[in-house]
C-alpha cells in the first residue's frame, strides 16, 4: 500500500480474505476493490484503488491515492462581477475558522462544514471550496469568499413590558450603527439607541468572537450601557405613581465560550450604579406607600457583580429543548457595595402532536443577601403570567412561573395558540425591602389563559394574545418574538 494515510488496513484484509489461497477471481477482486472505493466515497474523501499489480509468489498489490491537501488560500471575488478583489478580511481570520488542515486527506464532507461554519462568522454573503490538483498527488485547495458590507445602520422598534397605559403603550423605536468586521478579524461592534415613551437604553458593545491565540473558541465582549426603565413593575400604582424611572449605568466584560455540543457557557464581571428617579427627574429613596427604593438607603445603589451562565440549546430552533442557567454575585468589594446572590433558571421543551405543537416553560429563581427591591422578580403580564398586567401578580425575593401551549397552522404565516399560565412568589413577597407587593395588595400568585394568534414576520413573531385571568378580568397581550 502506498500513499495510505487513512485507511483502516483491517477492512482491506476483511475484503481481500475470501481470494487468499485461490486463482485470482476477477469478478471478487472487483468486488473488494469497489468496496475499498465506497469506504472512501461515504465518507466524502478524495481518494481511490488507483492501481492492482499481481507480484511473483501470489502476491497481489494495490495503490491506493489519497488526496493529501497540500495549501489552503483565500481567493476574495467581488460581489457584483465575481472578478477577483481585495479583501478586507483577514486571511488567517478565515483559516482559523476552518477544520481542514494541511497534510490531511480532503474530505468534502469535511469542506461542505467548513463553508458552513465561514458563513455564520456573519461577514460572507457566498462561500465556496475548489481543490485544484497539485504536485505529487496531492491538492490544494482554494476557497472562494464573497463578503457582505461590513457595516450600516439600521432602525426597528419593538414593544416594552414595563408600560402598562398610555396611548402609545410600550412602544419603542430603535436607531443602531454597527460593524461586523473591526479590523478585518471578524470583530464586532454595535451602537445602538433605543427610546420609548419612559424607555431609553444606549448601548455601546465590542465583541471579539474568537480570542486570538485561544484553541477553545472563547469570545470576549466588552459592554458599556446608560438606560432608563420605569419603575411601575415593582413601585407602580394606579394613584399616580407609576412615573418612577430606574437608571442604571453600567459596564463590564463577558466571556463565553462552547462547552460541549449544544452546551457553552459564560462568565463576566459587570458594574452598576442605579437609583430611582421621579417624574421631574429627582432622585428619591421612598415610595408613595414609603417603602424604601433602594437597598443601601443613599439614593443609588452600586454593586460589582460576577456572573456565570450556562446554556443548552438543543437544535437551536424556538421549538426544541432549552435550558438556561443563570447565577449572580455582588461582590461587596468597597463596603457600600451590595452583597447577594441571585440564581435564575428557566427550561423548555417542544413536542410534536401531529400538526400541532405543545410548547411547555417554567422557570424560577431566588435570591439571598441584600439586594434592591427593584430587582425584585416581578409575575404577570404579556412574558409571564397573562391575563394579568405587568408585575401584577406579585414581586418577590423567590418565584416560579409555568406555561403551557398549543399553537397550530391555520394558514401561511399565521399559528394559532391556546395557553395557559401560573405564577407564584412562593410567599416571599414580604421579604423584598418595603413589601412593595404586599402595600399594593398583589396576591402573590395567579393563573390565566387563553387564545392568541401567531404571524411570522422579520422581526420575529408577531404575538396577539386575549387572556382571562384567575378573577375574572380580560386582557390583550401584544408582543414581538418569541417569549422569553
Request: one cysteine or more; a neutral charge.
Amino acid at each position: 500500500m502506498r500513499m495510505l494515510l487513512v485507511f483502516d488496513l483491517h477492512c482491506i484484509q476483511i475484503n481481500v480474505s475470501s481470494c487468499a489461497g485461490k486463482i485470482i477471481n476477477l469478478r471478487r477482486l472487483d468486488e473488494a476493490l469497489s468496496s475499498i472505493n465506497n469506504w472512501y466515497m461515504e465518507r466524502g474523501l478524495f481518494a481511490m484503488v488507483s492501481a492492482v499489480e499481481i507480484l511473483s509468489g501470489g502476491i497481489l498489490r494495490l495503490q491506493v491515492s489519497e488526496a493529501e491537501v497540500d495549501n489552503i488560500s483565500i481567493r476574495f471575488l467581488d460581489r457584483k462581477t465575481g472578478e477577483t478583489t481585495m479583501g478586507k478580511t483577514k486571511p488567517e481570520t478565515i483559516l482559523r475558522q476552518i477544520t481542514t488542515k494541511k497534510g490531511q486527506v480532503y474530505s468534502m464532507l469535511e469542506g461542505k462544514r467548513d463553508v458552513e461554519t465561514v458563513l455564520t462568522m456573519g461577514i460572507m454573503e457566498d462561500v465556496s471550496i475548489i481543490p485544484q490538483p497539485a504536485d505529487t498527488g496531492k491538492v490544494d485547495l482554494v476557497m472562494n469568499v464573497v463578503e457582505r458590507p461590513s457595516g450600516g445602520f439600521s432602525a426597528g422598534g419593538g414593544i416594552s413590558s414595563g408600560i402598562t397605559n398610555g396611548p402609545l403603550r410600550g412602544l419603542i423605536g430603535s436607531f443602531a450603527y454597527s460593524h461586523r468586521n473591526v479590523f478585518g478579524k471578524n470583530q464586532k461592534l454595535n451602537i445602538s439607541l433605543e427610546r420609548g415613551q419612559i424607555d431609553s437604553v444606549y448601548r455601546i458593545n465590542y465583541t471579539d468572537p474568537w480570542i486570538q491565540g485561544d484553541d477553545k473558541r472563547t469570545s470576549r465582549t466588552i459592554m458599556i450601557q446608560n438606560s432608563r426603565t420605569p419603575g411601575t413593575i415593582v413601585h407602580g400604582n394606579a394613584d399616580g405613581n407609576g412615573s418612577l424611572t430606574i437608571g442604571r449605568i453600567t459596564g463590564g466584560i463577558e466571556f463565553s465560550r462552547p462547552i460541549r455540543p449544544k452546551w457553552s457557557g459564560t462568565v463576566g464581571l459587570v458594574f452598576q450604579h442605579a437609583g430611582v428617579r421621579d417624574e421631574q427627574g429627582i432622585p428619591i429613596i421612598k415610595d408613595c406607600y414609603s417603602s424604601p427604593l433602594t437597598a443601601s438607603g443613599n439614593t443609588h445603589d452600586d454593586t460589582l457583580l460576577a456572573k456565570l451562565e450556562t446554556v443548552y440549546t438543543g437544535s437551536g430552533d424556538h421549538g426544541s429543548s432549552m435550558f438556561v442557567l443563570n447565577m449572580e454575585k455582588g461582590l461587596p468589594l468597597l463596603p457600600e457595595w451590595l452583597s447577594f446572590t441571585r440564581v435564575n433558571a428557566r427550561a423548555r421543551k417542544g413536542v410534536e402532536i401531529g400538526p400541532a405543537r405543545l410548547h411547555l416553560s417554567i422557570s424560577g429563581g431566588h435570591v439571598v443577601g441584600n439586594f434592591s427591591p427593584y430587582e425584585a422578580f416581578a409575575i404577570g403580564g404579556t412574558n409571564s403570567v397573562r391575563g394579568y398586567e405587568e408585575g401584577s401578580v406579585g414581586s418577590g425575593r423567590s418565584y416560579v412561573v409555568g406555561s403551557g401551549e398549543v399553537s397550530f397552522p391555520v394558514y401561511g404565516p399565521v399559528e394559532g395558540v391556546i395557553f395557559s399560565d401560573y405564577g407564584t412568589d412562593l410567599g416571599s413577597g414580604p421579604t423584598v425591602p418595603g413589601d412593595p407587593a404586599g402595600a399594593r395588595k398583589k396576591p402573590g400568585s395567579g393563573y390565566g389563559y387563553g387564545f392568541g394568534i401567531r404571524v411570522e414576520s422579520p422581526l420575529g413573531p408577531l404575538r396577539l394574545e386575549y387572556a382571562f385571568n384567575d378573577k375574572q378580568d380580560k386582557r390583550f397581550h401584544f408582543g414581538v418574538g418569541h417569549r422569553n
